[in-house]
């Protein structure tokens, strides 16, 4: 079992830098591959960035890619979300999650594959 709790959202102008993170509990969060998602008004929740158990492997999708870096300290049970160059259309509620049944070095874009949530944290972006 392990519980996330997001924290570095905030109103932002657009071209603006925010770090998002996620605290995890539990003493095994160095095996669980770790997501980003986000969800905007009126849309389904989409996938954002992974990170594998070691933090080798990452992986993004196309609408953040070269803007948005994924990272984790398994030492602090966190993971991270440097999220630049915002644009309005980067506006969502973000959620981090974990994933649990995966092997090492592999990172997880399927929001069905995750089994724990955290509460998640809005990012506005202004234009």
């Known amino acids: 079992q392990v519980q996330l709790v997001e924290s570095g959202g905030g109103l932002v102008q657009a071209g603006g830098s925010l770090r998002l993170s996620c605290a995890a509990s539990?003493?095994?969060?160095?095996?669980?591959?770790m997501g980003w998602f986000r969800q905007a008004p009126g849309k389904e929740r989409e996938f954002v960035a992974a990170?594998?158990?070691?933090?080798?492997?990452?992986y993004y999708a196309d609408s953040v890619k070269g803007r948005f870096t994924i990272s984790r300290d398994n030492a602090k049970n966190t993971v991270y979300l440097q999220m630049n160059s915002l644009k309005p259309e980067d506006t969502a509620v973000y959620y981090c999650a974990a994933d649990s049944a995966v092997e090492p070095g592999t990172v997880v874009a399927t929001r069905e594959a995750y089994d724990y949530w955290g509460q998640g944290t809005q990012v506005t972006v202004s234009s």
């Open positions: 990170i594998s158990w070691s933090g080798g492997s990452t």
């Open positions: 539990g003493r095994t969060f160095s095996s669980y591959a």
